[in-house]
């Protein structure tokens, strides 16, 4: 082992250019097509001095040692700007491809934009507490070509069970309501604000709210509905963004759903109640009077789609 401490900095230095090579090498061989072709432009640090002791040998001036007749600075300071610059050309390059597949993406049809949303973005979804107790993510079922959506606010304990939002006693009395009004499941898409079930179905929290809602969101700007069902209070004080109503005043409004993300298009709101919230009403003329006010909330809804003069995908 050399003992002169002119010779240890000389073999440290070796060392470290070789090194620096060998990590410029690994870079570029694991890089795509593209992105190799950047690393090869930009990488002017890594690969001269992969070369240095070949120029050396031919008489051409070291590197290191015009840095050193420059002052130590002036070596040190070549690496860390093409360092800079070539995590500039990575970031403007991954800009660019995410650039790209919004392009591309504003062009998929609805269905691809669902399918893509679920399987992608959402995912195996831990954004909030409500992930540690799930079963399934209940995304949503139905047309990405509706003119109508129905929107509730969370998953029970079957959805939760078998992954399709108004799957138990609700969703057969929502499916009841559809048939008395000319509509089939397979016609209107169903969602819910929240994506879990909150445990022991409590009304999920204002949090949980804010991590899931982007994903309720995006889903709407895909099927791009003529109009939005809101089952249950909360579900529509959500769609309207209005705080600390009750239903029956939300029901006799004309509410509407706002996303700053839809250039300033709004979607007519209709509100009317859970299925659930009739279920536990006594069979007979109380529950039948509420039953009647859903039906005609209903066929609102219908009235507003069909004389809705945008044209749908």
Request: glycine letters at 10%; hydrophobic letters at 40%; aromatic letters at 4%.
């Amino acid at each position: 082992m050399a003992s002169d401490p002119v010779e240890v900095r000389r073999s440290v230095a070796a060392w470290l250019r070789h090194a620096a090579a060998f990590r410029g090498l690994r870079c570029v061989r694991s890089a795509g097509p593209v992105e190799r072709q950047e690393i090869l432009r930009s990488d002017e640090a890594v690969t001269p001095k992969a070369h240095q002791g070949t120029l050396e040998a031919k008489g051409a001036p070291s590197t290191s040692d015009g840095a050193a007749r420059s002052g130590s600075a002036g070596g040190a300071a070549r690496a860390p700007e093409a360092g800079t610059e070539r995590g500039a050309q990575s970031a403007r390059s991954g800009a660019a491809r995410g650039e790209d597949l919004r392009a591309r993406a504003a062009r998929w049809p609805p269905e691809m934009k669902l399918r893509y949303l679920a399987d992608k973005v959402i995912g195996d979804c831990h954004r909030c507490p409500l992930a540690r107790g799930r079963r399934s993510i209940v995304f949503g079922v139905g047309s990405a070509r509706a003119r109508i959506v129905f929107v509730g606010e969370a998953p029970g304990g079957e959805e939760d069970l078998r992954g399709e939002p108004f799957v138990g006693p609700a969703g057969a009395r929502l499916d009841a309501w559809l048939d008395a009004v000319g509509l089939a499941r397979d016609d209107v898409y169903i969602a819910n604000v929240v994506k879990c079930r909150p445990p022991g179905n409590r009304d999920p929290r204002p949090s949980e709210v804010d991590a899931c809602a982007p994903f309720l969101r995006a889903q709407l700007r895909a099927i791009e509905p003529r109009v939005i069902v809101a089952l249950g209070r909360h579900a529509a004080m959500f769609m309207s963004g209005r705080d600390d109503m009750s239903l029956g005043r939300l029901r006799r409004m004309q509410l509407a759903y706002r996303d700053p993300k839809m250039q300033g298009r709004t979607i007519p709101v209709v509100a009317t109640y859970h299925p659930a919230f009739i279920l536990r009403k006594p069979e007979g003329a109380e529950r039948d009077r509420f039953e009647s006010g859903v039906l005609g909330d209903l066929r609102r809804a219908i009235e507003i789609a069909e004389s809705s003069g945008r044209e749908h995908p």
